[in-house]
């Protein structure tokens, strides 16, 4: 199973940018679909935004769409989240997650479809 460890959250203002990574060890990385996840306190876990295991195919939640980028790296075993505009409402602790599920926007929307979890790294976005 592989894991995961996710780094560059942190404080900042509304309308501005973080890039969250990703870093992946003890399994094939090229081999894992990546899911970002976010959970704000007192909220289910939400998904953010999904890549393929090529970087081929991505999903956003509609509320990111256009402000988010989901990207990855094979060589350096490390999926990204590029940030932007952030607003107060994108402040949670962030997770990344690794499977091999079937790529389609409602099962890798479903956190049960990933199997490997970071320990999430917080974003507060402040207004």
């Known amino acids: 199973q592989v894991q995961l460890v996710e780094s560059g959250g942190g404080l900042v203002q509304a309308g501005e940018s973080l890039r969250l990574s990703c870093a992946a060890s003890?399994?094939?990385?090229?081999?894992?679909?990546i899911g970002w996840f976010r959970q704000a306190p007192g909220k289910e876990r939400e998904f953010v935004a999904a890549?393929?295991?090529?970087?081929?195919?991505?999903y956003y939640t509609d509320s990111v769409k256009g402000r988010f980028t989901i990207s990855r790296d094979n060589a350096k075993n490390t999926a990204y989240l590029q940030m932007n505009i952030l607003k107060p409402e994108d402040t949670a602790v962030y997770y990344c997650?690794?499977?091999?599920?079937?790529?389609?926007?409602?099962?890798?929307?479903?956190?049960?479809?990933?199997?490997?979890w970071g320990q999430g790294t917080q974003v507060t976005v402040s207004s």
């Open positions: 890549i393929s295991w090529t970087g081929g195919s991505t």
């Open positions: 003890g399994g094939t990385f090229s081999f894992y679909a």
């Open positions: 997650s690794a499977d091999s599920p079937t790529f389609v926007d409602s099962v890798v929307s479903d956190p049960t479809a990933f199997g490997s």
